[in-house]
């Protein structure tokens, strides 16, 4: 199993560009989230889905989109990039009961700059 | 308003010396808490889950441990490569899977 994969790592974006973040997983698991992780911050939910066709907002949905056609993908939108999207996005998804209960794989990060 | 608070926000140790971190939260109704560890560059990694009041988990040198305002990691005799930021983060009962996470403990074990 690949785990969580996010593309692209780095981005740069003008401000007023859009752009999709990628994100899937193998493991077909129901719930997955996004997140965005500012500098010495926690995690920040944007955006989380329950199973295909069921996405719900968090926190800090202003600015974003999302939709989940499949299991396995939760691509997360951004339109009219502003400078204050700068940041860190997470995906996840969760595996229920494990050993150590609920458990919550990240993928590697997207690192996005808005100039 | 559901929160979660993490003290301290650094802590520097020597090798050896345990030490506690501390995860104070506000919700209306506890389903879960939960513990992950993060490395620099990379995303958070899982290391417990808490459901109730006096549970505890154990893994290697890391214990957690839960009572109805506050979880507490501890760490016996830590070695540099437990180096990381701590996050802990909550998710309620109310049914909206949605998880509230701390700002986190940055550790740093010196040789």
């Known amino acids: 199993n690949a785990g969580v994969t996010q593309t692209p790592k780095f981005r740069i974006l003008k401000i007023g560009q859009s752009m999709t973040l990628q994100c899937t997983q193998d493991?077909?698991?129901?719930?997955m989230y996004w997140y965005r992780q500012d500098p010495g911050m926690g995690l920040k939910l944007i955006y989380y889905?329950?199973?295909?066709?069921?996405?719900d907002k968090g926190e800090v949905p202003n600015g974003y989109n999302v939709s989940r056609s499949t299991t396995e993908d939760f691509p997360l939108r951004l339109e009219l990039a502003a400078p204050s999207q700068t940041s860190v996005y997470f995906c996840?998804?969760?595996?229920?009961?494990?050993?150590?209960?609920?458990?919550?794989?990240f993928g590697p990060g997207t690192r996005l700059t808005v100039l | 308003e559901d929160q979660v608070t993490q003290s301290p926000e650094a802590l520097r140790l020597q090798e050896g010396e345990s030490s506690s971190l501390n995860c104070s939260y506000t919700?209306?109704?506890?389903?879960?808490l939960f513990w992950y560890r993060q490395d620099p560059g990379k995303g958070p990694e899982f290391l417990f889950t808490l459901y109730s009041a006096g549970e505890e988990k154990e893994k290697e040198r890391l214990k957690a441990t839960l009572t109805k305002k506050e979880s507490f990691l501890h760490i016996t005799a830590p070695k540099p490569e437990d180096s990381a930021t701590y996050l802990c983060?909550?998710?309620?009962?109310?049914?909206?899977?949605?998880?509230?996470f701390g700002t986190g403990t940055r550790l740093k074990v010196l040789a």
């Open positions: 889905s329950v199973g295909a066709g069921i996405t």
């Open positions: 996840a998804s969760i595996i229920a009961g494990g050993k150590f209960g609920d458990e919550q794989f």
């Open positions: 919700v209306s109704g506890l389903r879960g």
């Open positions: 983060a909550v998710q309620a009962d109310s049914g909206t899977y949605k998880y509230i």
């Open positions: 493991m077909n698991h129901n719930y």
